[in-house]
C-alpha cells in the first residue's frame, strides 16, 4: 500500500514563527504536492514538485516555500507565520499526472 | 481556463436512499481526466476513479457508479442504498494530460443518517 505520511495531525504556533511541516511517502512517485483545504473552497494547490531539489509554485504560493532534498520527502516551510495561514494542510504523492495522486492524514495548522 | 463546479455544497439522506453527487467542469482541452475523491472525517482523500475524456463509458463499483457525459461537461456519481459509512465529504478534480495539477472543486459534504 502507497503511504503518505505527515509529521503532525495537529500544530498550533505562534503569529511571525517558522514552521516546517513535513511529508514523506515511500512509493518511490516523483510528484509531491502541498495544499490547503479550506471551507468552501475546496483543495488548492500551493507547491508541487517533480523532482528532488525540483518545485514549482501552485495556485496560492505566496507565505509559503518548499524544499526537497530527497525524493521521498517534500517539506513545506512557513517563514512568518500568520492568522490566515490556519488551515488544514494535505501532502500528496503520484507517478503521472493522469493516476491519482495519494494523500496523506493532514495537518491541521492553527495560528494564534 | 480550467474549473470544477460542485454546486451542492451539502446533502442528508437517510440509509438505503439513492443519492447523486453532480460535478460540472470546464476546459478547452480535448483530452483530460476526471477523478472523484472521499474524504471521510479521518480527513485523508482517498481516491475512487479516474476516467480519461475519451472513454464515456458510465462505470459501475458496487453500491457506486459514474455518469460521464461530454454533451454537458458533467461527471455525476450515484451512491445506490447510501450507507452510514459513505458519509464524508466528497470531492470532484480534473487534471489535463501532460500536468500533474488536480483542479478540485469545492466538494460536497454527504451526510447518510441512520
Known amino acids: 500500500d502507497v503511504k503518505v505520511t505527515q509529521s503532525s495531525r495537529y500544530l498550533v504556533k505562534r503569529t511571525g514563527e517558522k514552521v516546517f511541516l513535513e511529508c514523506v511517502q515511500d512509493m518511490d512517485h516523483e510528484n509531491m504536492f502541498w495544499y490547503r483545504q479550506d471551507p468552501g473552497l475546496g483543495l488548492r494547490l500551493i507547491y508541487f514538485?517533480?523532482?528532488?531539489?525540483?518545485?514549482e509554485k501552485g495556485d496560492i504560493p505566496e507565505g509559503y516555500s518548499v524544499s526537497r532534498e530527497k525524493k521521498e520527502r517534500f517539506s513545506l516551510i512557513l517563514e512568518s507565520a500568520s492568522t490566515n495561514q490556519t488551515s488544514m494542510y494535505l501532502c500528496a504523492s503520484g507517478q503521472l499526472a493522469y493516476n491519482e495522486q495519494f494523500f496523506g492524514p493532514g495537518t491541521r495548522l492553527t495560528v494564534l | 481556463a480550467q474549473k470544477v463546479t460542485q454546486a451542492q455544497t451539502e446533502i442528508s439522506v437517510v440509509e438505503k436512499e439513492d443519492v447523486t453527487l453532480d460535478c460540472v467542469y470546464e476546459?478547452?482541452?480535448?483530452?483530460?481526466?476526471l477523478f472523484w475523491y472521499k474524504q471521510p472525517p479521518s480527513g485523508e482523500l482517498v481516491f475512487l476513479i479516474r476516467?480519461?475524456?475519451?472513454?464515456?463509458q458510465n462505470e459501475i463499483s458496487g453500491r457506486y457508479s459514474w455518469n460521464f457525459q461530454k454533451s454537458t461537461s458533467s461527471f455525476n456519481f450515484t451512491i445506490t442504498a447510501s450507507q452510514v459509512v459513505d458519509s464524508a465529504v466528497y470531492f470532484c478534480?480534473?487534471?489535463?494530460?501532460?500536468?500533474?495539477?488536480?483542479?478540485f472543486g469545492t466538494g460536497t459534504r454527504l451526510q447518510v443518517f441512520p
Open positions: 478534480a480534473l487534471s489535463k494530460r501532460n500536468t500533474d495539477k488536480l483542479i
Open positions: 514538485s517533480y523532482d528532488v531539489k525540483m518545485k
Open positions: 476546459t478547452r482541452d480535448t483530452t483530460y481526466y
Open positions: 476516467r480519461n475524456s475519451f472513454d464515456e
